[in-house]
């Protein structure tokens, strides 16, 4: 439930946040149509980041740093490609 109290959580935008998702209708309907840098995708924790995340809240980069050795798809997010057919 959109909450008026909370600005628009676009950088730089003071508008109330009664759009959806934490934005003001004007930058909601900019997230929807992906005008945002912001993706529908969740992205990196990692601040200044913006790559889709792979792992553990992280993307491949990142994960691969914060996890050497490790494969990202052991989290589950990632489906197991299909066999062709
Ligand atoms: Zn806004
Ligand atoms: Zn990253």
């Given at each position: 439930?959109?909450?008026p ?12 946040s009664?759009?959806?998702?934490g ?5 909601y309907?900019a ?21 889709p995340?792979t ?15 490790k ?15």
């Open positions: 439930m959109p909450n109290s909370v600005s628009c959580k676009h950088e730089g935008c003071e508008k109330p009664d759009g959806g998702k934005y003001c209708a004007r930058h309907a997230w929807k149509r992906g005008r945002l840098p912001k993706a529908r995708y969740k992205t990196c924790r990692v601040e200044g980041c913006r790559k995340v792992g553990r809240g992280r993307c491949a980069e990142h994960f691969a740093r914060d996890y050497p050795g494969q990202a798809a052991a989290t589950g997010e990632t489906p197991t490609p299909a066999p062709a057919t």
